[in-house]
């Protein structure tokens, strides 16, 4: 990934909760301008990153900084420069969305009528103006959550850590915040993401870390992670099962062994991707008289890869490693 700036970066991060050793030697490094997709399984050492990274827990042993300032040695000035988008974010139900962003900008230390301004701001950047006077308690999912990252950009912070910020909302509402969080990329914000949407991280991340048993252990681009398991598949449905003569008119178009499932109606093998491939297989088997129901060529996805690296099924996998675990706000 090619960086001017590092805006993140830790080193040989480790931190123990009592017999869990949460972090084991982790290390990160996220760009000016990037977004770091943080993947890993239940317990991986996700949320203990961020709570690092964020100065709510202080690292055993190893070092970090964020927007230049040491996560211990400057913790105040950490928080001056990051928002955080977390589940459950520290809004009061009772107040409206307008009371709630004018509230936390007043913590943060805006005088009153330039919290009010942007309030009115986020409200209009975040379609929630027409909600904006509405008891936070009436707002759908899409749009608390929408709140919850506007209440994180109150103080324009250069560096937005998100912490599954579209868990439990519709494709619909998904998507539209996948455009807010492009829209603060390319107005310069930096974005460390945490998700349980393998998906997501594919459509949002410069660069993706899948971190287990609290350290990194892959890192790349999506397409790079993809490359390091191996090439595309063909799956080819026939309305008849498969003989001989179907498997011999494949081979010399795979790449290995033809497996055959559903009775032999199905067939999978492994191919080198290349223009026009499912074309030539539909016209090999056609000459060979072979008819085709239905042909795929499938490439790895990040659930392919997620799989191959960690050995466990790509759903949710949303890390609680620290979740019972002490408060550590240290200043």
Known sequence: MRMTKLMIEAEGLRKRFGSTQALAGLDLQVGAGQILGVLGPNGAGKTTAVRVLTTLSRPDQGSARVAGHDVVAEADAVRRSIGVTAQGATVDEALS???NLIMIGRL??????????RAVQLLDQFELTEAGDRPLKGYSGGMRR????????????????????????DPTSRARMWDVIRALVADGATLLLTTQYLEEADQLADEIVVID??????????????????????????????????????????????????GGHDLTAPVAPRAGLATTVVRALDEAGITVDDIELRRPSLDDVFFALTGDDAGPIADHTDDHQPEELFV
Do not use: C, M, N, Y
Request: glycine residues 12%; aromatic residues 2%.
């Open 97 to 99: 969305g307008r009371q």
């Open 146 to 169: 929408r709140l919850d990252l506007a209440a994180g950009l109150v103080t324009h912070p250069p560096v937005l850590f998100l912490d599954e910020p579209t868990t439990g909302l």
């Open 108 to 117: 943060s230390g805006l005088p009153r009528r330039a919290a009010r301004a």
């Open 213 to 262: 048993h609290g350290r990194a252990i892959a890192r790349g681009t999506a397409a790079q992670l993809k490359a390091q398991i191996g090439g595309a598949t063909v799956h080819i449905t026939l309305p008849e099962p498969a003989d001989e003569t179907a498997l011999g008119a494949l081979a010399p178009l795979v790449a290995g062994e033809i497996k055959l499932t559903a």
